[in-house]
C-alpha cells in the first residue's frame, strides 16, 4: 500500500546532458508521475526541482490531474496544504501520495523514486475548514491505518482523549470481570484511536479504521453525540469496580486477590488491614506502607535522578556493564510522567550479567542516605533463561532474564527542580518504584524491545510476527518457523528488518 508505484528502469537510449530542454529528457520511471505544489514552494524553486527531477529521468507534471501519482509538497501545514488538495477537481486525490520534500530529495539523492515510508507522508487532517467533496465524503480519513499497532505511530500527542478515556474504562472492567477477549477489543479500538493524527468528531470519521467494532463504535456514537456514555459512567460509579480498582492499585495487588477480597466483603483499605484473616506479602506489606509515594506519578527530573543513582552503583560493580533508560520514559518526550522507572543493565563479558545485577543491588543495600537505606523493597528473581528452552509456542507474562523490582528511597536534594507535588509532608524524599532486567548480551536488543513497551505495540508485534511472517517474538528471541531457526540481533532496528516492519522509534510506540 505504502509502496511507491516504481517500474524499473528502462533505458533505451543514451542519457542526454543534465540540463538539457525541460520537457525532452528520457522517462526512466514511466509509473512515477510527480506534480510539486507551488504554495510554500516559490515558483522558482519549484521550477529548479523540476529541471532536476526531470534530468534524472522522472515525469513531473505542470498541472495537477487524474494522472498524477505523486504530490510534493514543502508546505508542512497539513490542514492548509489538505485543504488546497481537496479545492482542485482532481478525482484520484485518495491514490495518490501526499509527500514531503523528504521524499523528493532522497529519490533525487538516489537518483530513483525511493519507496514511500510513512514518514514521508503528510498527514491526512480533516480540519474544519475543509470544503466538502462533490458527493459529501470530504471528512472521510485517506489515510491507511493498520489493524497492527507496531505499524502505526503513536506519540503521546492523544487527539482523542475524551474517546480512548471512556474505552479504557471499559477494557478495564472485562478486565476484572477476566473476559478477555471484550477487554482486548476496546483496548484495540483506543489503541487505533490514540494513532489519529486529528480528532474524531462523527462516527463517519472512522470510516475504513481498523478494530473498531459495534460495541466500541455505539460507546463512540454516544459520545460525540451527548458528551458521555451511559455504560461507562455506569461502570465508574459501580461499587464493585471501584474497589477492585482501588485494591489493584497497591503494589503487589493483583487482579485475584483484589477479588478476593472483595468476595470477603472487604472495600476499603483500611477493612484490608483490619481484617483478622489477611495474611499480606511482603510486596503487599510494602506497597501499603509506600502507597502515597508509589501511586504519585514519577516526573522526568525524578527519573534522571534515579538513572544518576543506578549509574553510580553500575560503575562501583563494573566500569564494563551497559545502562539504558527502557518502560516508559524511553517512549515519553516532553513533560511527560511514568508510574515506575525501568532500566535495563547488562555486560559485555558474556554470562558475567547476573553477577552485574546482584552487585549493584548488594551496593544499594550498602548505600546509606542519612541514616537510611537506599533500598525499601527488593524482590529479586534468579534467572531461568535456558536457550535450549526456546522458542516457547506460548507467551508468558514474563521472560527469563534475572530481574529486580525495588522500592527506592530517593532524596529531593538529588532531584533537579526538586521532588514532584511532595512538598507538604517536608519529608525531603520520596519513594519510587524501579524495575531492573539483565539479559545476557546477545539478548539485549530482545529485551530493549520487549521493555520499552508499550504493552499494546509488544502485544501486536508478537501477533504480528506470527500471524504474517510466522516468527515467533519474545523478549529473548525471534524464531523463523519456516527456515526453523532463530534470528539474530543486535540492536531493536534488526528485529523490525527481520520482522519486515518499517522502524518505529520509541515515543512513537506509545500505543
Ligand atoms: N514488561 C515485560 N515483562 C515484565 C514487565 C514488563 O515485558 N515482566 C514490559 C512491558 O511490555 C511494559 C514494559 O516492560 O511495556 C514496562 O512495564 P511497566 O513499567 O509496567 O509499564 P510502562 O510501559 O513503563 O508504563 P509506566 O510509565 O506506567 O511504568
Ligand atoms: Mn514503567
Ligand atoms: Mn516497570
Redesign the pocket.
Known sequence: MLRARAAPAMRKKPRPQAGGVPGREEVRFQGVRLYLVERKMGRSRRSFLTQLARSKGFMVEDVLSDAVTHVVSEDCQASSLWTWLRGRDVKNLPAMHVLGISWFTDSMKEGKPVAVETRHLIEVCVSDTSPALPDGTSSTPLLTVSQYACKRRTTTVNNNKILTDALEVLAESYEFKEIPGRCLAFRRASSVLKSLPWAVRCLRDTEGLPCLGEHSKAVMEEILQSGHSFEVEKTLSDEKYQTLKLFTSVFGVGPKTAEKWYRGGLRSFSDVLAAPGIHLNRMQQSGFLHYGDISRAVSKAEARALGNLIDEAVRAVTPDAVLAL????R?YRGKEF???V?FIVTTREPGKEEKLLTGIIERLKQQVSTLFGLLLYCEYNASTFDMVKLPSHQFE???HFA?CFLIVRLEGGRVEGGLHGAEGDGRGWRAVRV?LVSPPMDRYAFALL??????QF?RDLRRFARAERRMLLD?HTLYDKTKKEFLAATTEKDIFAHLGLEYIEPWQRNA
Open positions: 527502557t518502560g516508559g520514559f517512549r511514568g508510574h515506575d525501568d507474562a514474563m521472560d530481574k524495575d520487549g521493555w520499552t513497551g508499550s504493552r509488544e523478549n
